[in-house]
T-cell receptor, first 113, second 111 residues
Framework: DTGVSQNPRHKITKRGQNVTFRCDPI?????LYWYRQTLGQGPEFLTY????????KSRLLSDRFSAERPKGSFSTLEIQRTEQGDSAMYLC???????????FGPGTRLLVL | DQQVKQNSPSLSVQEGRISILNCDYT??????FLWYKKYPAEGPTFLIS?????DKNEDGRFTVFLNKSAKHLSLHIVPSQPGDSAVYFC??????????FGTGTSLTVIP
């Protein structure tokens, strides 16, 4: 399977714990996006990488959130000191330069108790 | 502020009939529009797109119409099939590669 993969698919954690999610994009795609989706809403943009450079961040991305893409391939999204309001589906998407279409992974569903 | 709006949370259509899903936007700087389809427990899957310089794009059973003066786009599915039952999101690209999504419309195609 050469699509976008995300791990883990599900994560349950207690409030105050740190969690880290991983996204592996389609190999030739140099752009990578993170989104958050809550019930009844569409995906909300969090951040965007072109290769290893983080080019844009949403105001939704508080200082408890950090994302990296160290070698321009896979990316990680870490949430520190999780809060119940962080419970959501976290989606990753990749895109090739010059193309407008993003390809989404299956998402990581986070539940903060 | 919701810059992309899908005002119909759900739509039911008989198999073989036309499904019309609507989307409105507020930002005239959006330059590209996309429709995604989402099944439960999966990420959104790209369906069809249109550039802001066009007013129609067709791909098989799917056609997207863009009315820039009204800041409105629609997705037509003809004929509708039960496998089309899913949540449909419209999305718009702002210059700088930020994408804004609507809240989705759940389509049910009744056999």
């Amino acid at each position: 399977d050469t699509g976008v993969s995300q791990n883990p698919r599900h994560k349950i954690t207690k409030r105050g714990q740190n969690v880290t999610f991983r996204c592996d994009p389609i190999s030739e795609h140099n752009r990578l996006y993170w989104y958050r989706q809550t019930l009844g809403q569409g995906p909300e943009f969090l951040t965007y990488f072109q290769n290893e450079a983080q080019l844009e961040k949403s105001r939704l991305l508080s200082d408890r959130f950090s994302a990296e893409r160290p070698k321009g391939s896979f990316s990680t999204l870490e949430i520190q000191r999780t809060e119940q309001g962080d419970s959501a589906m976290y989606l990753c998407a990749s895109q090739a330069s010059g193309q407008e279409t993003q390809y989404f992974g299956p998402g990581t569903r986070l539940l903060v108790l | 502020d919701q810059q992309v709006k899908q005002n119909s949370p759900s739509l039911s259509v008989q198999e073989g009939r036309i499904s019309i899903l609507n989307c409105d936007y507020t930002n005239s700087m959006f330059d590209y529009f996309l429709w995604y389809k989402k099944y439960p427990a999966e990420g959104p899957t790209f369906l069809i797109s249109i550039s802001s310089i066009k007013d129609k794009n067709e791909d098989g059973r799917f056609t997207v119409f863009l009315n820039k003066s009204a800041k409105h786009l629609s997705l037509h599915i003809v004929p509708s099939q039960p496998g089309d039952s899913a949540v449909y999101f419209c999305a718009a690209r702002f210059t700088g590669n930020q994408f804004y999504f609507g809240t989705g419309t759940s389509l049910t195609v009744i056999p």
